[in-house]
């Protein structure tokens, strides 16, 4: 899928227009650093785990025209305060494969960098929720790792329950994602740093039990930005949704305090 950016954003109505008319110095903190949740991306389904492909174009366009950074999670621990203005993480969690369709294309235009927190069990396979979601194979995890513009983080293996990981056993959980470094290291030839938690739902012994299996970042459903004081195991993300306007969007990742 070859776009340009002026081309794709056509999908999102003006959405360049009112890019241009909202731009400006963004007057954030510059202490903090907007780590974003996105899930899918679909003109198919409205909800809560849902962007169009029009309002993640004029999103990314957005970001792009106002100078903001993209990093991975191993990039931020390295920053100097003074260094955080402009700098934002863009995550996706559950593995769908309408990242390929939509996101990568944009993020290879704009040279911005994403981590996909995907479901170990669900690869390759749908995810039941409003309707039949497909999910990225594992060859498309290889495809998008030598791009050099996505990391890969766990998403659990077979727990991603709303009722989160502590309606399990700590062996349970232990040999969930045990079997996920397994895998990881079998189907990309090395296992992974970061674990998103199924719905936020964690504690310090799901913590410690997570970092002996070779997780060192962790990341929440907390709504809040990352600061160098929130430390990599507990780090807050801002859901974005099919319910934010660009307007509403800037004022989202922009705003003082949440």
């Known amino acids: 899928m070859r776009i340009t950016r002026r081309e794709f954003l056509k999908i999102s109505g003006g959405a360049l227009f009112l890019s241009h008319w909202i731009g400006g110095e963004g007057w954030g903190n510059t ?24 309002q993640f174009a004029a999103q990314m ?38 990242f390929l369709d939509f996101a990568f294309p944009l993020l290879q235009v704009y040279q911005f960098k994403a981590t996909i927190n995907f479901i170990g069990g669900e690869v390759g396979k749908f995810i039941h929720l409003g309707g039949n979601r497909p999910t990225m194979s594992w060859d498309e995890y290889r495809y998008l790792l030598k791009s050099g513009l996505v990391d890969l983080g766990c998403h659990t293996y077979h727990l991603h329950f709303k009722s989160g990981v502590l309606s399990f056993s700590e062996d349970t959980l232990r040999r969930d994602l045990k079997l996920f470094q397994e895998e990881a290291q079998h189907r990309i030839g090395r296992t992974l740093e970061i674990l998103s938690w199924p719905y936020g739902i964690f504690n310090d012994r799901s913590i410690r039990i997570a970092k002996g299996l070779g997780f060192k970042y962790f990341l929440t459903s907390k709504e809040g930005f990352f600061k160098r004081a929130s430390g990599i195991e507990t780090i807050p993300r801002l859901n974005i949704n099919y319910r934010l306007d660009l307007i509403s969007f800037r004022h989202y990742i922009e705003r003082e305090e949440i």
């Open 31 to 54: 202490s903090k650093i907007p780590v974003l949740l996105y899930h899918d991306i679909s003109e198919t389904f409205r909800d809560d785990y849902t962007v169009s492909p029009g």
């Open 61 to 98: 366009e957005w970001l792009y025209e106002e100078g903001y950074q993209t990093l991975f999670l191993n990039e931020i621990t390295s920053l100097k305060e003074n260094e955080y203005r402009k700098v934002i993480l863009l995550t996706f969690d559950d593995g769908y494969a309408s």
